[in-house]
């Protein structure tokens, strides 16, 4: 049997839709975020790998302290970055969970017509204070190459 759908309903679902528009483009900017981040990551990880296979097929040459110690301080470096981009990526991930939470909370408080905002604003503040870790310590991995390559005086890969 067909019921008719009242119009204020229709109504207020779509304003919803519109109010939810908004948090989902934010959605597509943390996931773009999310692909620099781990495209960072993997560029690290197989510059470790490169180190690693440099240090293996250069075994014999590599026999005065100083060159060991460059490597070392090389990976020492280069895990360095690593966690801090796994950090950034943390944030982001989490930035992108609670602007789905948001999405969520909106539809649920206007289905089981529970008000309240505080909750969306909480979690929205939440998600931007993430968002802005995110950012700083994306900065700050940016900070860590550059001044890496400024510094750099020897090759080790």
């Given at each position: 049997m067909l019921t008719m759908i009242e119009a204020s309903s229709?109504?207020?679902?779509?304003?919803?839709i519109q109010l939810s528009v908004?948090?989902?483009?934010l959605l597509a900017g943390v996931?773009?975020?999310?692909?620099?981040?781990?495209g960072r990551l993997s560029r690290i990880i197989d510059k470790v790998d490169k180190l690693d296979k440099y240090e293996d097929e250069n075994q014999k040459f590599l026999?005065?302290?100083?060159?060991?110690?460059?490597?070392?301080?090389?990976?020492?470096?280069l895990t360095m970055r690593?966690?801090?981009?796994?950090?950034?990526?943390l944030f982001c991930t989490s930035t992108g969970l609670l602007i789905a939470m948001v999405i969520?909370?909106?539809?649920?408080?206007?289905?089981?017509?529970?008000k309240d905002s505080l909750l969306i604003v909480t979690l929205f503040i939440a998600a931007m204070?993430?968002?802005?870790?995110?950012l700083f310590l994306f900065l700050r991995e940016i900070f860590y190459t550059t001044s890496f390559i400024k510094s750099k005086k020897t090759y080790i890969p």
């Open positions: 229709v109504n207020s679902v779509s304003q919803l908004a948090p989902v483009f996931a773009g975020l999310l692909n620099v981040f781990t026999t005065n302290e100083e060159s060991k110690l460059k490597i070392k301080e090389r990976r020492k470096f690593m966690k801090n981009t796994n950090l950034a990526i969520v909370t909106m539809f649920l408080s206007a289905i089981f017509q529970f204070l993430c968002l802005i870790i995110s």
